[in-house]
C-alpha cells in the first residue's frame, strides 16, 4: 500500500484539573480524556520518486515546517537507519485550532501511526508515544487511543471507561494561547490529586476544568457561550479552551439544542467514544 488517509480525532478533557507547578513551570494535571466521533482526515502518499517529508494544501497559519504532523513524520524517520521512501501528507481539518480539541497532536498521532504502518517500521506503540511526547503533551493518548486518566503533564495515562455520551461541542470566535492561561495569576493551581475508578462512575459534581475560570474572565466570547449552553444543563471548556461542550444521552436530545443555538456561533454534535476510531480504522486495515 502507498496511499491511506486515516481519521484524526478530537479530544474533550472531560475534567481538568491542575495540581501544581513543577520547578521548570510546567503544571502537573490529572485529566480525562475522552475521544470524539468527529475530527481531521490525514492522507499519507508515499513518493518513492522523492525523498523527504512533504505538505500538499498548507493549513492557514501554520507554515508546513511547524506542522506538527510533518514534524511526527521527521521525528519517525530519524527513528529509521535505512533509508525510508518520501511521504506528502495532506490534512482534510475540521477541528478548530487552538480550541482545546487536541486538533495538532491528534495530527501528529495519526501521523506516527499511518507511516509506521506505510514505512513497516513495527514500532510499538510506546516507543511512538515517547517520539510524540516531545512535540506536545497531548500526543501519547492519541497515539494509545484509548480513554485514559493523564496525570504528570499528560505522559501518565491509565485507561479509562467514561460513559459514551453524545457532545455538543461549541466553538466560541477567539483563539486561545495556552501558555497565556498557564500563566494567569489566579489560576488554581492546588486541587487535590483524586483517587478515579477505571469506570468513572463518581459523582461528575467532584470534578470540574480548573482553567474555566480565568478562561471566562479573559474572553468574554467563552463566558456568553458557557451562559447560554448551561440553560440545558452542565457545560465545561476542554483543555484551555477556546471550545465548550454539554454531555446529552442521545444524539437528538443533543441536536435539539444544536438547532437552537444563537446565529454566528460555529460547533457540532458527535459521540464520545473510548477508543479513538484511528485505531478501529488501522485494525480493520490489518
Ligand atoms: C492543557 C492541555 C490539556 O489537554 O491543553 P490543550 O492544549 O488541549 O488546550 C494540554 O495538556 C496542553 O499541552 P501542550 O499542547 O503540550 O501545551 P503547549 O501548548 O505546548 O503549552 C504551552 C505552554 O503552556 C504551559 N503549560 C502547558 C502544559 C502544562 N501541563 N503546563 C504548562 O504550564 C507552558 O508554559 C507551555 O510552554
Ligand atoms: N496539524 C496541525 N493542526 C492544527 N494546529 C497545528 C498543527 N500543527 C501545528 N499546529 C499549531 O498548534 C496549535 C494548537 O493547535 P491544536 O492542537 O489544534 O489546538 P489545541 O492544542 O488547543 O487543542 C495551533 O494554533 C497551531 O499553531
Known amino acids: 500500500m502507498t496511499r491511506i488517509t486515516l481519521p484524526s480525532p478530537a479530544k474533550l478533557n472531560l475534567f481538568l484539573h491542575i495540581l501544581g507547578r513543577r520547578p521548570d513551570g ?15 482526515d490525514v492522507t499519507l502518499s508515499l513518493t518513492p520518486d522523492r525523498p523527504g517529508v512533504h505538505m500538499e494544501g498548507a493549513i492557514p497559519g501554520v507554515p508546513a ?4 504532523a510533518v514534524r511526527a513524520a521527521q521525528a519517525l524517520a530519524q527513528k529509521s537507519p ?13 477541528l478548530p485550532m487552538g480550541g482545546g480539541l487536541g486538533g495538532g ?3 501528529a498521532a495519526t501521523t506516527l501511526l499511518g507511516l509506521n504502518y506505510l514505512w513497516g517500521l513495527k514500532l510499538k506503540l510506546t ?3 515517547d517520539i510524540g511526547l516531545a512535540l506536545g503533551a497531548d500526543v501519547p493518548v492519541f497515539v494509545h487511543g484509548q480513554a485514559a486518566i493523564a496525570e504528570g503533564v499528560g505522559e501518565k495515562l491509565t485507561p479509562a471507561f ?3 455520551d453524545w457532545f455538543l461541542v461549541l466553538q466560541p470566535d477567539c483563539n486561545i494561547n495556552t501558555g497565556k492561561i498557564f500563566s494567569a495569576q489566579g489560576l488554581t493551581r492546588n486541587t487535590p490529586k483524586m ?10 459534581s467532584r470534578y470540574r476544568n480548573d482553567c474555566e475560570d480565568t478562561v471566562k474572565e479573559l474572553y468574554p466570547e467563552v463566558r456568553q457561550s458557557m451562559e447560554w449552553l448551561t440553560q440545558f444543563g452542565p457545560a465545561r471548556l476542554t483543555g484551555t479552551g477556546a471550545c465548550i461542550f454539554g454531555r446529552f444521552p442521545t444524539e437528538s436530545a443533543a441536536r435539539i439544542i444544536w438547532e437552537s443555538k444563537p446565529s454566528g456561533i460555529k460547533g457540532f454534535v458527535a459521540k464520545g467514544v473510548n477508543r479513538s476510531p484511528l485505531h478501529t480504522k488501522l485494525t480493520e486495515l490489518k
Not at 65 to 68: G, K, P, Q, W
Open 195 to 204: 483517587t478515579i475508578a477505571p469506570a468513572f462512575e463518581g459523582d461528575a
Open 127 to 129: 516507543e511512538l508515544a
Open 26 to 40: 510546567y503544571h502537573e494535571l490529572q485529566t480525562l480524556f475522552q475521544f470524539l466521533d468527529y475530527g481531521d
Open 105 to 107: 497532536s491528534s495530527n
Open 162 to 164: 467514561p460513559p459514551e
Open 82 to 94: 535505512e533509508s525510508l521512501c518520501g511521504v506528502t501528507i495532506r490534512i482534510h481539518k475540521r
Open 65 to 68: 515546517e511547524d506542522n506538527l
